[in-house]
C-alpha cells in the first residue's frame, strides 16, 4: 500500500500564481486534513474533510481552498500565491472523526518568489 | 484542544541514555495524545499513542506517560540509538469530534 501520496513534490512559485497541491490516500479512509510546516511552528491545521462532502476551516484556512474530490482524494489550492506561503506542505488521513491516529504523507515543498 | 506546550525544543544526548520529552496542554477535555517523529524529508509518523483511560504505555524502547491532574503527557525512550535521532511532535485531540492540536517539535540528537 502507497498510503498518503502527495504531487508535486517540489514546487516553486512566482507571487501571484496560483496552483493545486493533490493529496490521495488507498487506505479507505474517512477523514482527510491539510498542515503546513513552518521552522519553530510545529505543524498547522489548514482545512479538513470529516468525510466526503464535507470541509471545514482550521487555524490557518486564509489564503487557502480545498476540494474533497472523493473519498480517496482530497487538494489544496492557492488562488494567488504570496511569500508568507512559502512552507512545507502535509496531507494526512485517519479512518474516521474522532482521535484517530493520522497517516500522513511525505510533503510537498512549496517555495514562492 | 486548544494549546498544547512542548519541551524540550532541541535534547542531545549519548547513545544508550534515556532522552525525555514532555508536552502540557490546557483543556481539560483532552483524551488523546499520540506522539510522532518525523525523519528528514519524511512526513510525521505514529510512534506511540494514549487515551486518557490510560496513565500508562509501553512499546518496547518507547513509553508515554499522562499525567491528566497536572495535564501533562511524556514520551520516554531508552537505550537510545542514531537512529532515534529525529524531531519529534506531540499531539493533543478533545473530546467527540476534533482535530488534532500538535506541539511545536523536539529535535533529539543521539550521538555515538
Known amino acids: 500500500n502507497a498510503g498518503v501520496t502527495q504531487t508535486p513534490k517540489f514546487q516553486v512559485l512566482k507571487t501571484g500564481q496560483s496552483m493545486t497541491l493533490q493529496c490521495a490516500q488507498d487506505m479507505n479512509h474517512n477523514s482527510m486534513y491539510w498542515y503546513r510546516q513552518d521552522p519553530g511552528m510545529g505543524l498547522r491545521l489548514i482545512y479538513y474533510?470529516?468525510?466526503?462532502?464535507?470541509?471545514d476551516k482550521g487555524e490557518v484556512p486564509n489564503g487557502y481552498n480545498v476540494s474533497r474530490l472523493n473519498k480517496r482524494e482530497f487538494s489544496l489550492r492557492l488562488e494567488s500565491a504570496a511569500p508568507s506561503q512559502t512552507s512545507v506542505y502535509f496531507c494526512?488521513?485517519?479512518?474516521?472523526?474522532?482521535?484517530?491516529?493520522?497517516?500522513f504523507g511525505d510533503g510537498t515543498r512549496l517555495s514562492i518568489l | 484542544g486548544e494549546n498544547v506546550e512542548q519541551h524540550p525544543s532541541t535534547l542531545s544526548v549519548q547513545e544508550g541514555d534515556s532522552a525525555v520529552i514532555k508536552c502540557t496542554y490546557s483543556d481539560s477535555a483532552s483524551n488523546y495524545f499520540p506522539w510522532y517523529k518525523q525523519e528528514l524529508g519524511k512526513g510525521p509518523q505514529l510512534i506511540i499513542d494514549?487515551?486518557?483511560?490510560?496513565g500508562e504505555k509501553k512499546d518496547q524502547r518507547i513509553a508515554v506517560t499522562l499525567n491528566k491532574t497536572a495535564k501533562h503527557f511524556s514520551l520516554h525512550i531508552t537505550e537510545t540509538q542514531p537512529e532515534d535521532s529525529a524531531v519529534y511532535f506531540c499531539a493533543e485531540g478533545g473530546s467527540g469530534y476534533s482535530t488534532l492540536t500538535f506541539g511545536k517539535g523536539t529535535m533529539l540528537l543521539v550521538s555515538p
Open positions: 474533510s470529516a468525510s466526503e462532502g464535507t470541509t
Open positions: 494526512a488521513s485517519s479512518l474516521s472523526e474522532g482521535n484517530q491516529p493520522q497517516h
Open positions: 494514549i487515551r486518557s483511560n490510560v
